[in-house]
């Protein structure tokens, strides 16, 4: 197999044996870039995973050696992504988290890989994260942005509830609001989140949109 399918293969069966080896050579050999390592061959990889998965073909406990894989990859790939060299300073801050009651992290990992090489302060919390905990941490690290990550449905109204506990609690203007995750919807969010919410709200499809509405939401 050409390495680009063999890594897609790993992160499907879960093999991490000879992973270094095989993102070595996509690198060195084949002059892949490191991003697009991730984006053209590990998350199609993935892709398949979540199929497999919810046709019930694939058990929670391989997913979770995909998942594992697919972390040590980006591990292995985040030095060799591109930064923005010499940038004094930074362009502004996120507060980042997975909201409470979902444990998916990869994306929101992959967020803070984009933002931090790109200029941004980066403060993950990590998962399961209630609205109060992402509130505390904002407000200590008096934060530009709050970024909300969540791939379950069920996640999708956990935002949505975040974002009424801004609006009650006053701080709806406080902070533009970023979210991202596999179930939602650009029309869920620009329209009927943004249609209730008092603040700013913004929808981000992958990482690099996330990085491409960071600037005019740091305001
Ligand atoms: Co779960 N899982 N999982 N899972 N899992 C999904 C999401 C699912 C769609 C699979 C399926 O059924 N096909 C399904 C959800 C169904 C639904 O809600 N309708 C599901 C389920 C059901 C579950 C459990 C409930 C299973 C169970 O226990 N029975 C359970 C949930 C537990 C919980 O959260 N309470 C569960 C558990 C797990 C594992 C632990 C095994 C593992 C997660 C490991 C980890 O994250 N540490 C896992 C995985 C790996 C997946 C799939 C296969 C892959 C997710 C992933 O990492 N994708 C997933 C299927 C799928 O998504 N197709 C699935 C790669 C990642 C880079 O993409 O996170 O979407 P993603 O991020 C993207 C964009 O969305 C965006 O940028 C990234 C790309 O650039 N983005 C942002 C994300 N966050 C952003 C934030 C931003 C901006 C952009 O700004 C703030």
Do not use: C
Request: proline fraction near 3%; glycine fraction near 10%; aromatic fraction near 4%.
């Amino acid at each position: 197999l050409p390495v680009g399918e063999r890594l897609q293969r790993r992160i499907i069966d879960g093999e991490l044996k000879g992973l270094e080896d095989d993102l070595d050579q996509a690198r060195l050999v084949e002059g892949m870039k490191a991003l697009d390592i991730v984006n053209d061959q590990l998350l199609e990889g993935m892709k398949v995973v979540g199929e497999l998965f919810g046709k019930g073909e694939m058990q929670l406990p391989f997913v979770l050696q995909s998942a594992e894989v697919m972390k040590k990859a980006v591990a292995l790939l985040e030095p060799h992504m591109e930064k923005i060299e010499g940038s004094s300073g930074s362009k502004g801050s996120i507060v980042l988290a997975t909201v409470r009651g979902d444990v998916h992290d990869i994306g929101k990992n992959l967020v803070d890989i984009i933002l931090t090489n790109n200029g941004y302060t980066v403060h993950n919390i990590g998962i399961k994260q209630p609205i109060s905990a992402i509130i505390e941490a904002a407000e200590q690290h008096d934060a530009d942005v709050i970024g909300m990550s969540g791939l379950l449905v069920k996640s999708t109204v956990v935002m949505k509830e975040n974002l009424e506990e801004l609006s009650s609690r006053g701080l709806a203007k406080r902070w533009p609001v970023l979210l991202g995750g596999a179930a939602l919807t650009r029309t869920y969010v620009e329209d009927d989140l943004a249609g209730m919410f008092d603040g700013e709200v913004r929808y981000a499809r992958d990482a690099f949109e996330g990085l491409r509405l960071m600037e005019p939401l740091v305001r």
